[in-house]
Nanobody, 123 residues
Framework: QVQLVESGGGLVQPGGSLRLSCAASGFTLDYYGIGWFRQAPGKEREGVSCISSSDGSTYYADSVKGRFTISRDNAKNTVYLQMNSLKPEDTAVYYC????????????????WGQGTQVTVSS
């Protein structure tokens, strides 16, 4: 069964850090690009970052550039999103998703999605 499971979310104070994980089961992540997206209450789903399957190229939304880092560990079949200097506006449910043959943050291009993990940044 193809499954993506996000973990690592939680409550953190502004300026703090979290590392999200996206673990795949039932298939090998090596062949897929992975994107991280987030959705805050009342807002549309927003692309955060993506990493390619071919050469590990990464891309970040302007809102997180310099603060977030995406990486992948193919041996563990897992992709990570390191989030530093978190701000209240980063509060959202974070999702990972897979894509083949596309590099970017259009959610309509992504195929399999995880269930999401809540990130709350508040003092």
């Amino acid at each position: 069964q193809v499954q993506l499971v996000e973990s690592g979310g939680g409550l953190v104070q502004p300026g703090g850090s979290l590392r999200l994980s996206c673990a795949a089961s039932g298939f090998t992540l090596d062949y897929y690009g992975i994107g991280w997206f987030r959705q805050a209450p009342g807002k549309e789903r927003e692309g955060v970052s993506c990493i390619s399957s071919s050469d590990g190229s990464t891309y970040y939304a302007d809102s997180v550039k310099g603060r977030f880092t995406i990486s992948r560990d193919n041996a563990k079949n897992t992709v990570y999103l390191q989030m530093n200097s978190l701000k209240p506006e980063d509060t959202a449910v974070y999702y990972c998703a897979t894509v083949a043959g596309y590099y970017g943050l259009d959610p309509d291009e992504y195929d399999y999605w995880g269930q999401g993990t809540q990130v709350t940044v508040s003092s």
